[in-house]
């Protein structure tokens, strides 16, 4: 992976709305799929304009993705999907304080007060992954 000593490319707004869109394009696939377990073969999916934003947030990753660019990519991956996590957790929790959390967990085994379920810690590492990919690709 290049580490960049370039200035980025695109305006920080720019990349805000990238991870965005991308991040509200994965959930979109990911309940899609996970339609498929109540056998919805329209695999309908949701989200909530409020995930535009949050996935946006990956913007403040950069740093990251650039420190974390020499080391093994199982190491990133779990790196990425940390910070995820606290970025699920913090944001699911304001959001929860004035009750427009577009997610609960409750019901699922693995979950920290509804807000993060650890089972999903794969999908976070790919994501984490792909968010990694499309920073290199845009600066």
Not at 3 to 10: I, P
Not at 22 to 41: A, D, R
């Amino acid at each position: 992976m290049p580490v960049s000593t370039h200035a980025h490319n695109k305006p920080m707004i720019m990349r805000f709305v990238i991870y965005g869109a991308l991040g509200c394009l994965m959930e979109v696939l990911w309940t899609g799929l996970c339609s498929l377990k109540s056998k919805n073969f329209k695999l309908s999916s949701t989200t909530s304009l409020w995930m535009f934003f949050i996935y946006g947030m990956v913007a403040f990753l950069e740093p990251v993705f650039r420190l974390m660019a020499p080391m093994p990519v199982l190491l990133r991956g779990l790196t990425y999907a940390a910070c995820i996590f606290a970025g699920e957790f913090i944001t699911g929790s304001l959001l929860k304080r004035i009750q427009v959390c577009p997610w609960d967990y409750s019901g699922a085994k693995y979950h920290v007060k509804g807000l993060v379920r650890w089972d999903y810690l794969p999908a976070w590492i790919a994501a984490g992954l792909v968010f990694e990919w499309v920073y290199w690709w845009i600066v």
